[in-house]
């Protein structure tokens, strides 16, 4: 941990945006599981339709406007000044969350379904600009350390807010202290954008049109005559394959292979995710204010030895004569700390994958295309996360495989597509 990495949270160039970011990815994390907790509690009676539709809907329901809206959102964030923007999306958010209070508090399921798709909406607008401002307000140096920063805000933000949500639901009063949190967050988030200092236009000459489909077929072919920017993006896109096949896989490991109760579910989220915030500060501190890819090979062998691992790494629970472990129990029987040190790795490693190559795309795109190029990366991201879903469907439905086999297939498969991109882009393997 350098000072230099974290000296950036005294500057206001950084820290509002941060907050706003974090806030952002926090809220929905909070919304989304309160309304999953909500209605996996709810009585059948009460449900519209059945639970486990409305589970998978929601999942697909997010994602989806990412598919639609990010190559208009890409135009929008070269074409504007980039803080006011920012405060438009966040004011959204606000409006969504006080819509989504009323309807936690008279538990209206439809409506909160369509909420789930106005909140990815706001996030797919919100993705580009994420990204595409901070070259704006880093120096070039201070590019990776920015980026470490944002990955250790995210994904811890993703943690807290799901963790949240479980203390909440779990409480008789749990809808009221969600609707009115949601909004409370919401307008943090949009005070902290209020902050976020003037991003001058990079392209206010672009003309956009609302034109989302052949949109999206332009800026992923825009992003594929750029060689070096498109393999980054396919690298990420792999990263967010393997992270969604895993993190999916959570609830049904602990259940049905490590005999555990929910807590522990948390557990491995928590462990997984602090993983990934160590392992960016430490591809700050290595790379010494340089872009260095030859950090994403490292990642990757970790990414693919550690996933093996964990087919061998869970324990024999015959001794547990069919009891269920909870957080406490699995904390301390050391066999279990195998599977823990496999988890905590994947994410250091996966941190050192991941924010070289985020900021090499924000490095080497024009300025007049860098948001486009993020949004072709997020609409990229989210196909390879739908192929994951199809391809844990068919691993464990159809051919019939355990979880751990699974996760084992995964990081293999990761060494074949690692190996692909470096032999496509030499530059991955040099000394930088």
Not at 180 to 196: D, N
């Amino acid at each position: 941990m350098t000072k230099g990495t974290f000296s950036l949270f005294s500057q206001r160039r950084f820290l509002p945006y941060f907050c706003t970011q974090a806030l952002g990815a926090f809220n929905d994390n909070v919304y989304k599981n309160s309304f999953l907790l909500l209605v996996a509690f709810m009585s059948a009676a009460n449900l519209p339709i059945g639970s486990d539709l409305i589970i998978n809907l929601a999942a697909g329901l997010f994602i989806l406007p990412f598919f639609i809206f990010s190559a208009h959102a890409g135009l929008l964030a070269d074409k504007l000044e980039k803080s006011a923007y920012i405060r438009r999306v966040k004011l959204f958010e606000v409006f969504i969350m006080a819509i989504a209070a009323v309807a936690l508090l008279t538990q209206q399921v439809i409506l909160l379904l369509l909420l789930l798709f106005l909140m990815g909406c706001q996030s797919a607008y919100f993705g580009p600009v994420k990204y595409a401002l901070l070259p704006q307000h880093l120096a070039k140096d201070e590019l990776v350390a920015g980026n470490a920063l944002v990955e250790l805000g995210t994904f811890l933000a993703i943690l807290l807010g799901t963790l949240l949500a479980g203390v909440i639901m779990a409480q008789s009063s749990g809808a009221t202290v969600a609707a009115v949190l949601v909004v409370v967050f919401a307008l943090l988030g949009y005070l902290a954008a209020r902050k976020i200092p003037y991003a001058a236009p990079i392209a206010p000459e672009l003309e956009v049109t609302f034109s989302p489909f052949k949109q999206g077929w332009q800026v992923v072919k825009q992003c594929r005559q750029q060689k070096s920017i498109f393999i980054a993006i396919l690298a990420i896109s792999w990263f967010w394959f393997y992270g969604a096949t895993f993190l999916t896989q959570f609830p049904n490991l602990a259940k049905q292979y490590l005999q555990s109760s929910p807590q522990v579910v948390s557990v491995l989220l928590a462990i997984f995710s602090v993983g990934i915030g160590l392992g960016s500060i430490l591809c700050s501190r290595l790379s010494q204010g340089k872009v260095k890819l030859n950090l994403v090979p490292i990642g990757a062998l970790g990414l693919t030895l550690f996933a093996i691992h964990i087919y061998w790494a869970i324990p024999d629970y015959g001794f547990l004569a069919g009891q269920v472990q909870n957080a406490s129990q699995f904390l301390s029987f050391g066999r279990n700390y195998y599977i823990m040190l496999d988890l905590l790795l994947i994410g250091v490693f996966g941190g050192l994958y991941i924010v070289p190559l985020y900021a090499y795309i924000q490095r080497e795109a024009k300025p007049e295309q860098r948001a486009q190029m993020i949004a072709a990366n997020n609409i990229i991201n989210a196909l390879f996360m739908v192929v994951s879903a199809v391809f844990a469907i068919v691993l464990l439905s159809v051919a019939q495989l355990t979880i751990p086999a699974l996760l084992a297939i995964t990081g293999a498969i990761s060494a074949v597509v690692s190996g692909l991109i470096f032999f496509a882009q030499p530059e991955y393997l040099k000394r930088n």
